[in-house]
């Protein structure tokens, strides 16, 4: 589902779907940013250049919750928030396998590689903690839904550290994870289902 969750003079609250990138690439090609723009454009009626930026992203197979400034000062503030860890996330999770424990902690490090990120021991050079808490919700039809809150914001950190226990989330292909009818080939099991954080 795609749409306009919340606007107001300080930010817009999207749901991207799975498939669309956060932000345009180099290319010019479709994005959240870019179908907000021309939203707030529209509705605002504003007859010049539109001030929006993304205060966060989500991976283009992810969907959920997106957060756009629409001014600097919001921007500077909803970063500081996120940044201070003033911003309680929370995501659902799909995999085809359910974890050991029906509710946990995973600690590992992880690596930012290109487009990938790598569990490695904590001293391995570039290896940053992450963190995050799960809770195990119900089993329906062979898929898992799990809710997890981050305690860190690292690259793929939820999707590397489920692979990590042998819980790849469903369709990511590049985690190990498999496809499965109910989900379009453009999606994975990562939905960015709830956010709290300071307004602006």
């Not at 799960?134 to 997890?148: A, D, K, N, P």
Request: glycine letters at 8%.
């Amino acid at each position: 589902m795609e749409g306009i969750l919340y606007h107001d003079n300080h930010l817009v609250a999207y749901a991207k779907p799975p498939g669309l990138a956060s932000q345009p690439a180099e290319d010019g090609a479709d994005s959240a940013e870019s179908r907000v723009k021309g939203w707030v454009k529209d509705h605002y009626k504003k007859p010049g250049n539109v001030f929006l930026q993304a205060v966060h992203r989500l991976d283009r197979p992810a969907s959920g919750i997106l957060i756009f400034a629409r001014n600097s000062k919001a921007l500077s503030r909803l970063q500081a928030a996120f940044r201070e860890r003033r911003s309680r996330k929370t995501y659902w999770v799909l995999t085809l396998k359910a974890p050991a424990e029906i509710e946990g902690v995973l600690e590992n490090h992880l690596r930012h590689e290109e487009h990938f990120a790598r569990v490695v021991e904590p001293g391995d050079r570039g290896a940053q903690a992450a963190r995050l808490r799960y809770h195990f919700r119900e089993r329906q039809g062979g898929i898992c839904w799990m809710e997890v809150e981050l305690d860190t914001g690292r690259y793929h950190q939820i999707r590397a550290q489920f692979a990590a226990i042998g819980c790849p989330l469903i369709g990511d292909a590049r985690y190990g994870g498999t496809a499965h009818a109910n989900f379009h080939s453009d999606a994975i099991g990562l939905h960015h289902a709830k956010l709290l954080l300071p307004h602006p």
